[in-house]
């Protein structure tokens, strides 16, 4: 069994910063990218980070210069550092890890449950 657990959502105001977390457990043999997604109510879910295992990271362009993604292969977790919040940045935040249970074993894709940001006024 693999969890993907976030933290850190809420209520920001514009210009406002927030942190989110994300912790993989479970039966974990090898993790490759991680990142965080978004989906806002009537759209599509969107990539917003990755970060490969390497640590090389890629942003979808509206957030790039605001938010930063980082990772600690140790302890499996990936966070997002987000600044200069926007009220479109409002969304449900998810977690995702590329990662293989068993070192034979395929890679799949894991989601966590989702965290609620809110940029308002």
């Known amino acids: 069994q693999v969890q993907l657990v976030e933290s850190g959502g809420g209520l920001v105001q514009p210009g406002g910063s927030l942190r989110l977390s994300c912790a993989a457990s479970g039966s974990i043999f090898s993790i490759n990218a991680m990142g965080w997604y978004r989906q806002a109510p009537g759209k599509q879910r969107e990539m917003v980070a990755t970060?490969?295992?390497?640590?090389?990271?890629d942003y979808t362009e509206s957030v790039k210069g605001r938010f930063t993604i980082s990772r600690d292969n140790v302890k499996n977790t990936v966070d997002l550092q987000m600044n200069n919040l926007k009220p479109e940045d409002t969304a449900v935040y998810y977690c995702?890890?590329?990662?293989?249970?068993?070192?034979?074993?395929?890679?799949?894709?894991?989601w966590g449950q989702g965290t609620q940001v809110t940029v308002s006024s």
């Open positions: 970060i490969t295992n390497g640590g090389a990271p």
């Open positions: 995702s890890a590329r990662l293989r249970r068993l070192s034979y074993a395929r890679w799949d894709d894991y």
